[in-house]
C-alpha cells in the first residue's frame, strides 16, 4: 500500500530537538524519516537541523545520524553508502540539507554524488536563507527578500534553479515538493527509495523566524507558495519533466507576498516585476 | 617477492595488502601513481574494493570518513594543496575517531606554484591530531602504510594515521623493495572491528555538538589515545619485526648519536646523506650523529631532549618554516642551538650542504640559518 499522510510510521525518528516554533525543515525531516523508516541513515551537514539535533548529550535522532562538515554531505553519503554496501546491509542513505548547504557550499560535492550515479536519496529543506547563523542571503533566496546581508533592498537576484541543475548533472530522479502538501512529499521519497541511483527532493519549507510569517503559518504559505505558483510542483523522471500541478489561484501572488514580513522592501513596482521573476 | 619500484608504488604496494573495503581518490602531483596503481589493481580483480572517483579532497576525505563510519577500512592519498584543500576534514575525522590511513607526498605550497618536495603541507597541519610518520625509505614507506593500519585501528588509538613520503625524492625514486606475501600481510594486520559504526540494532548519532561542559573531555580523551599510541607504535614494530625480519625503532632513529658531540635533527629522506657525512667527519675525528624523527605526532619530546642534551651543540635541518619565527620541527624539538631551512621547493640539499651545517655547529653558531 502506498504511503500517505494518513498511514504513516507512528514512531518517532526526530524527536526532542530545539527546532524554533512553526519550523517547517524539522517536518521535512520528521515525514522523510517516517517514510524511509529505521534503516535509513541520516546525513546532515552544518545548518539548522543538526544544530538543534546534535547537542550532545541530548541527540534527537533514534535511528543512525550524523553530522557532516558543512560542504560535505554529499560526499560523506557516497561513503557510507560504498561501506554499508561492503557490509552487505541494506539502507537508504538519506541527506536533508538546507539551501545555502545544497545551492553554495555543498554544490560541488554533490555534483560529484551525480555523476557518480551514486545510490543516495538527497533531500533539500529549503527555507531560502541562512537561517541557522542568522538569516543571511544564499543562492536560494529569491528576488525581493530581506535578510540580515540584504538589508534594505532585498535580494536583488533569483533563485537557482536547483532542480535544473540537479537534473542536467545527470540525477535519476529529481521533485520539488512543500511541507504544505504533505501528501505529494510523502508520495515522492517513497518513489524516490524505490529507484537506484541518484534521487534528489527539493522541498520548500517556510521558516517563521526568517520569513515574517506567524508560527501557526508554516503550511498555509508552504501551500500558498505553490497555489500563488511561485513554488512548482514539477518531477524529472526519465529524461523528462512532468508539472504535476497548475496554479489554482496565481491572483492570489501579491497577496502572498506581502503577508510575508521579509517582502517588505518591494513596492508596489517591484511586487509587478516579481510576476515576472 | 623483492622488487624494483618507486615509494608511491610501495605505498600502493602496502595499501593492497592491507585490502581496505573503500579508496577514496583525487589526483595530484606527485601522489598520482599511487592512486594510478590501486586504481589498476581495482580493475583487474587483484584488489577487491570499492573505488570511488571523487570531485575533489575534500570530497575525498568526506568520503572516506563516511565509509569508516559504515565501519570499513578506508585509504586514500593526496599532497600540498590537495592537503590543505582537506584540512577542514582532518580535524574533523580525528575528532570522530575514524582510523583512515592516508598518504601525504610531501609538497611544497603555494604561492609561488611548485610542485617538488618539502615539508611544508604536512607540517602545517599538525595539530589536526593525525599520527603523522614520516618514511625515509621506499621499504620503510611500505612497511609504515602495513603498520599505520594496525596503529590507527588498534582500539586503545583509533586516531587517523597520515604515512608521509618526500615528493619525488621518495615517491618517484626507485629502489628494490621487499613485497610481503599476503599471507604474511594477513598474519600481520588483524580484521578491522570497531564499536563506532553505524548500527541498526543499536542505532547511535555521530558528528554530534558538544558545548562547553563536554568539549574538553572529548578532546582530552583524543590526546590520551594520542599518548597510547606510542605504546601501540612498539607493539606493532614487534609484531613486524616477528613476521618481516624488519625491526624499526619507533619515533626516533638515532644514528651514532650515544657518543656524539654534534647532533643533526632530521626528517624524511635527507637523513640518508646526513649519515653519510656522518661518517665521513667520524673518520676525520669529528663526533657527529644523526637524530631522525620518524613521528611528528605522537612527539618524543622526552627522548629527543636526552638524546640531545649531552652533545655540545645540535642542530634541526628541515624543509619548513614558520614564517616569522622559524622552522616547526625546531619549535617542537626547542633543545637545539642552530634551525637550519632547506630543501624548500625542492632545493637540492647536498653533502656539502650538511657537512658546512656540523662546521657552522662547531663553531657555535646558532639561530635560523638558511642554506
Known sequence: MAVSVKNLDSREFFFGHKACAGCGGSLAVRIALKVLGARAVAVLPAGCMSAVGFNFPQLAFSNNALITPFAATAS???????????????????????????????????????DRGDNLIYICYDNEAYMNTGIQKSGLTPFGARTTTTPITGSVRRKKDMLAIVAANGAEYAASASVGYLDDYVTKIEKAAAKPGFKYIHVIAPCPTGWGIKTNETIEIAREAVDVGLWRLREYENGQWLENCAPSRPEDLVKHLTRQGRFSALDTDKLEETKNV | MRSFISGNDAVAA????????VISAYPITPQTTVIERLAEYVESGGLDAEYIHVESEHSAMSAAMGASLAGV??????????????AELLPYAAGGRFPIVMMNANRSLALPWNIYGD????????????????????????????????????????????????????????EVVEIPSQK??????????????????????????????????????????????TQVIAEAEDKFARIFGRKYSGALDAY????????????????GICRQVTDALREEGVRAGVLRIRYMRPFALDEIRAILAPARASAVLEKDISFGNAGT???????AAMNVIGGLGGADISREHVRSIFVRLKNGENGVIWL
Open chain 2, 14 to 21: 602496502a595499501v593492497r595488502l592491507a585490502a581496505p573495503e
Open chain 2, 256 to 271: 651514532r648519536c650515544d657518543d656524539a658531540e654534534y647532533i643533526l635533527v632530521t626528517l624524511g629522506c635527507v637523513s
Open chain 2, 119 to 174: 615539508q611544508r603541507d604536512s607540517l602545517s597541519q599538525l595539530d589536526c591530531g593525525w599520527i603523522q610518520a614520516y618514511a625515509e625509505n621506499a621499504q620503510e614507506a611500505l612497511d609504515m602504510t602495513l603498520m599505520a593500519y594496525y596503529i590507527a585501528e588498534n582500539e586503545r588509538v583509533r586516531v587517523p594515521f597520515m604515512v608521509n613520503l618526500d615528493g619525488f625524492h621518495l615517491t618517484h625514486t626507485y
Open chain 2, 329 to 335: 620541527v625546531f619549535t617542537n624539538v626547542g633543545a
Open chain 1, 76 to 114: 560523506v553519503m557516497t561513503g557510507i553508502e560504498a561501506g554499508l554496501r561492503r557490509r552487505g546491509e541494506i539502507a537508504h542513505v538519506v541527506g536533508f540539507a538546507g539551501d545555502g548547504g545544497t545551492a553554495d557550499i555543498g554544490l560541488q560535492a554533490l555534483s560529484g554524488a551525480i
Open chain 2, 73 to 86: 577500512r578506508t585509504f586514500t592519498a593526496t599532497s600540498s594543496q590537495g592537503l590543505l584543500y582537506m
Open chain 2, 184 to 229: 604474511q600481510a594477513d598474519e600481520f594486520l588483524p580484521r578491522f572491528e570497531t564499536e563506532n559504526k553505524i548500527d541498526f540494532d543499536r542505532p547511535k548519532n555521530f558528528g554530534f555538538s558538544a558545548g562547553p561542559d563536554w568539549n574538553a573531555q572529548f578532546h582530552r580523551e583524543h590526546h590520551e589515545a594520542m599518548l597510547r599510541s
